[in-house]
């Protein structure tokens, strides 16, 4: 099992930055790519950042690429996504979530953030 836990999330105004952290427990967290994704009321999940466990490759879909950043650091079992220039359809929960090949398994409570225009 593993454990994450979202942190970071809020009310910003168009333009801001935050930066969520996703603190793990249990398992090797080097073992596991990680993933952060959101969901917006009435709309599916989707994912907006993906950092693979061995080399550090990360993905974004063209929603927020030049936008967000994902990292990791292994030593302290934690994930962060830095996210600037946020824009009011940014609003979400956002959840990170722990997995291998692109099937996570373990997931976060989630973190709400809302951008104000």
């Known amino acids: 099992q593993v454990q994450l836990v979202e942190s970071g999330g809020g009310l910003v105004q168009a333009g801001d930055s935050l930066r969520l952290s996703c603190a793990t427990s249990?398992?090797?967290?080097?073992?596991?790519?990680m993933g952060w994704f959101r969901q917006a009321p009435g709309k599916e999940r989707e994912l907006v950042a993906r950092i693979r466990k061995w080399n550090g490759v990360t993905y974004y879909p063209d929603s927020v690429k030049g936008r967000f950043t994902i990292s990791r650091d292994n030593a302290k079992n934690t994930v962060y996504l830095q996210m600037n220039s946020l824009k009011p359809e940014d609003t979400a929960v956002y959840y990170c979530?722990?997995?291998?090949?692109?099937?996570?398994?373990?997931w976060g409570q989630g973190t709400q953030v809302t951008v104000s225009s």
């Open positions: 979530a722990a997995g291998n090949l692109d099937t996570y398994s373990y």
């Open positions: 249990g398992r090797t967290f080097s073992n596991y790519d």
